[in-house]
């Protein structure tokens, strides 16, 4: 039972490039979300899907955009990397969204360096 | 601005004490609390929870305290143990989940 799969789980890129966040989750889970952890700054919410076919905002949204491919998948792309989106990112799925839902399931994260 | 904070970078328990984290938030609308813990190189992982109308919940040598009236909530970690050494965040759903910013346990054997 994999839970929440992250690839690819390290990536340097240079100010400028682009690159894509995959996750999948084999849990039935209806709503997925993607995290960043910075240092000081605990768990940020990126974007989130409360089910599939929906997306929004979260806290920090700025550079990013999202696009849930199916029930299973929920990917992060970032069109143009800047030095500030070097972070560690999380994706994390849960049964339903707002009100008492339960845990959140993790993915091991992905590491992502910015230069 | 934050809305669940701990503010408690870090904390250090001898083996066999209580380890007691700290947690505050400031929206009343949140219904549902949780603690997680997160050892390096890892994802976060669900430790315990609390539905906003109970005050306690327990699970082993984990209990979680819940003040509403003060906006605050407590996981005490009794005995601790050198692999409860982790960062723990405490979070609070409303219509999604907030996170504080982390408390570094250190066990000492």
């Known amino acids: 039972n994999a839970g929440v799969t992250q690839t690819p789980k390290f990536q340097v890129l240079k100010t400028g490039q682009s690159m894509t966040l995959q996750c999948a989750q084999d849990m039935n889970h209806n709503s997925m979300y993607w995290y960043r952890q910075d240092p000081g700054m605990g768990l940020r919410l990126i974007y989130y899907s409360a089910s599939e076919g929906t997306t929004d905002k979260g806290e920090v949204p700025n550079g990013y955009n999202v696009s849930r491919l199916n029930k299973r998948e929920f990917s992060l792309r970032l069109e143009s990397a800047a030095p500030s989106q070097t972070s560690v990112y999380f994706c994390a799925s849960s049964e339903l969204t707002g009100g008492y839902t339960g845990e959140l399931f993790f993915g091991e994260g992905s590491r992502l360096t910015v230069l | 601005d934050q809305q669940v904070k701990q503010n408690s970078p870090s904390l250090s328990v001898q083996e066999g004490r209580i380890s007691i984290l700290n947690c505050d938030y400031t929206?009343?609308?949140?219904?549902?609390f949780l603690w997680y813990k997160k050892y390096p190189a890892e994802g976060p992982t669900f430790l315990i929870s609390?539905?906003?109308?109970?005050d306690k919940n327990e699970d082993g040598r984990f209990t979680v305290f819940l003040n509403k009236s003060a906006k605050h909530l407590s996981l005490h970690i009794v005995p601790s143990q050198p692999g409860d050494s982790a960062v723990y965040f405490c979070?609070?759903?409303?219509?999604?989940?907030?996170f504080g910013t982390g408390t570094s346990l250190t066990v000492i054997p």
């Open positions: 609390i539905s906003s109308i109970k």
């Open positions: 979070a609070a759903s409303g219509n999604q989940f907030y």
């Open positions: 929206n009343s609308m949140f219904d549902y």
